[in-house]
């Protein structure tokens, strides 16, 4: 089971930092990725993190900008985003996948519920 949070309303240029809890023992040996989408468009992959935390993979619209992270010792993934824009208003998902590297597009098992991520010109 996953559980986000961290969502909120923001001004452009402001921050958020969104967290996932994942229940289980086995979430060190999960790939983790956030997604979202906005009203009217389809969901799209945001970042992902390997199991070990070594690897990360971003977006193009949010590299420089967002960082994931994870604590495996709280079972818990992060996503820390700055220089925030408006165009990132959207519904924000975690998903976890038991594969050690995260998997191509939005192939992941398990997911979710979102946070909503506003953010005002």
């Known amino acids: 089971q996953l559980q986000a949070s961290g969502g909120g309303l923001v001004q452009a240029g402001g921050s958020l930092r969104l967290s996932c809890a994942a229940s289980g023992r086995t979430f060190g040996s999960y790939a983790m990725g956030w997604f979202r989408q906005a009203p009217g468009k389809e969901r799209e992959f945001v970042a992902a993190i390997s199991s070990s935390g070594r690897s990360t993979y971003y977006a193009d619209s949010v590299k420089g900008r967002f960082t994931i992270s994870r604590d495996n010792a709280k079972n818990t993934v992060f996503l820390q985003m700055n220089s925030l824009k408006p165009e990132d208003t959207a519904v924000y998902y975690c998903?976890?996948?038991?594969?050690?590297?995260?998997?191509?597009?939005?192939?992941?098992?398990?997911w979710g519920q979102g946070t909503q991520v506003t953010v005002s010109s």
């Open positions: 998903a976890a996948d038991p594969r050690p590297v995260p998997p191509r597009g939005d192939d992941y098992l398990y």
